[in-house]
């Protein structure tokens, strides 16, 4: 049994209180690195912390180093610094440029909501950020891959179904368990683009949010 492809109790619950509407076309939205920004911040926070990100691929293995001595951070140091990132810093990164004002012009065309990938420990703390920043959207806190949460969430819906991701491996998991639903590869981050792999099922590869607008709303007319 893949564990990573199942779905917790705790999304399953809020998956089931959402509110939507079946024949109105529904928009999906990853948070980190698509919303909100995430290595950016992290870097700075590593910083403060006598560490630094030195990226060489696409996963954050390897890539928390020491400052001192440019030694690679052992492996509960790193989860440390990862943890307590997301603990003391999910309710304040930064917007990524463009997203709020792209999200209320979406919004006249679908439905949208946020799938997040977080602990539902700060399911919270990233309500109250995206609220702070404009995105008052409901959110979905999830562990693992998306495939199966996302298949919950459409599984009585009618209506066109968009999914936006950074992650390729994400976007591939949506594509592989809901075939009808749109996937799209996006991502705000300059630091990772050069490792990023391409993401199978990806049907749209926008190159910024007025990009993405655009082609989210050519396929919704077409």
């Known amino acids: 049994m893949n564990l990573f492809k199942l779905?917790?109790?705790?999304?399953?619950?809020?998956?089931?209180?959402?509110?939507?509407?079946?024949?109105?076309?529904?928009?999906?939205?990853?948070?980190?690195?698509?919303?909100?920004?995430?290595a950016e911040p992290f870097s700075t926070y590593l910083k403060k912390h006598n560490h630094r990100l030195h990226l060489t691929g696409y996963r954050l293995d390897n890539a928390i180093k020491k400052a001192e001595t440019d030694e690679v951070a052992d492996q509960d140091t790193a989860?440390?610094?990862?943890?307590?990132?997301i603990n003391e810093?999910?309710?304040?990164?930064?917007?990524?440029?463009?997203?709020?004002?792209?999200?209320?012009?979406?919004?006249?065309h679908a439905q949208i909501i946020i799938l997040s990938n977080v602990p539902h420990s700060v399911h919270d703390d990233r309500v109250l950020n995206l609220k702070n920043i404009g995105m008052d959207y409901p959110l979905i806190s999830n562990e693992g891959m998306k495939g199966p949460a996302v298949k919950e969430i459409l599984?009585?819906?009618?209506?066109?179904?968009?999914?936006?991701?950074?992650?390729?491996?994400?976007?591939?998991?949506?594509?592989n368990d809901n075939q009808h639903t749109v996937c799209v590869h996006f991502s705000v981050c300059d630091l990772v683009k050069p490792y990023m792999p391409k993401a199978v099922g990806a049907s749209i590869e926008p190159t910024s949010w007025d990009d993405l607008v655009s082609k989210l709303i050519n396929r919704l007319k077409g």
């Open 155 to 175: 599984k009585d819906h009618k209506a066109k179904s968009f999914f936006i991701d950074d992650n390729p491996y994400q976007v591939e998991s949506v594509y």
């Open 7 to 38: 779905m917790t109790p705790n999304t399953k619950k809020q998956i089931l209180g959402l509110n939507l509407d079946p024949t109105f076309p529904l928009m999906i939205f990853d948070a980190d690195e698509v919303l909100v920004h995430f």
């Open 89 to 108: 810093e999910t309710k304040t990164q930064p917007a990524a440029k463009g997203a709020p004002e792209a999200l209320k012009k979406l919004q006249e």
């Open 79 to 85: 989860k440390n610094l990862v943890w307590g990132f």
